[in-house]
């Protein structure tokens, strides 16, 4: 988990509110990511975003926002049109080697997301 | 389609003895392939990657993968499992987006039983 922080770790939110989870790096990694794991379906990706002031819609990107202002973050906002944000959400980082190929992925430790 | 397949949810093994992870993939080019580690509440850890060359492909807390092309496989391996190594574990391949750029698609994971 080392140089990718989420935060908080737990969070408690009613439904209808907006949520954002938190993500910083300081690997100086060009892309970042967000996905989302629920059990039994292996991890999602939301969006991502290889360079600053841009991002791409993930696999399941309906329902959430991003932004990437500085390289070193990329906060996930869960609207309320999120029909089950209840989950595990994670936030990754990589090196970009041209033309958007990547090697391996980077991981935060997550946060957990609980809407009632 | 661009998938990864871990066939079981589930692998019990006792201590000291060898242990495999399964995982098959379907991906158009060269395939680059990777198993992720998962302890509870907590973000992947990187295990390895293959990306090309040798079959066999070390990688940390004396993991091993094994590259079979003409099977399409992937599989974990190590020597003698450790209770210490019971996680979840997800094989990922890296695949093209519609954006042109990388991304990773993951198996749904399998769990690791290391009985003491």
């Known amino acids: 988990d080392g140089g990718i922080t989420q935060s908080p770790k737990y969070l408690f939110r009613k439904e209808g509110q907006n949520v954002t989870l938190s993500c910083e790096q300081n690997l100086n990694h060009d892309a970042m990511y967000w996905y989302r794991q629920d059990p039994g379906q292996g991890l999602r990706l939301i969006y991502y975003s290889q360079i600053v002031n841009d991002f791409q819609k993930g696999d399941i990107a309906e329902g959430y926002s991003v932004s990437r202002e500085k390289k070193e973050s990329f906060p996930l906002t869960v609207t309320s049109a999120q029909k089950n944000p209840t989950a595990f959400y994670l936030c990754?980082?990589?090196?970009?080697?041209?033309?958007?190929?990547?090697?391996?992925?980077?991981f935060g430790p997550g946060t957990r997301l609980t809407v009632t | 389609a661009q998938s990864v397949a871990q066939p079981e949810d589930q692998v019990n093994v006792a201590e000291g003895n060898p242990l495999t992870v399964k995982c098959t993939y379907s991906v158009s080019g060269n395939p680059y392939l990777f198993w992720y580690v998962q302890y509870p509440n907590r973000g992947l850890q990187f295990l390895l990657k293959y990306i090309t060359g040798d079959n066999l492909v070390k990688g940390s807390y004396g993991f091993e993968a094994e590259f079979n092309k003409s099977q399409t496989s992937f599989h974990l391996k190590k020597p003698s499992a450790l209770v210490s190594d019971s996680a979840l574990y997800f094989c990922?391949?890296?695949?093209?987006?519609?954006?042109?750029?990388?991304?990773?698609?993951f198996g749904t994971g399998t769990r690791l039983q290391v009985f003491p």
């Open positions: 990754a980082s990589s090196i970009v080697r041209g033309q958007g190929r990547f090697y391996e992925q980077y």
């Open positions: 990922a391949v890296r695949a093209l987006s519609s954006y042109n750029t990388d991304k990773l698609i």
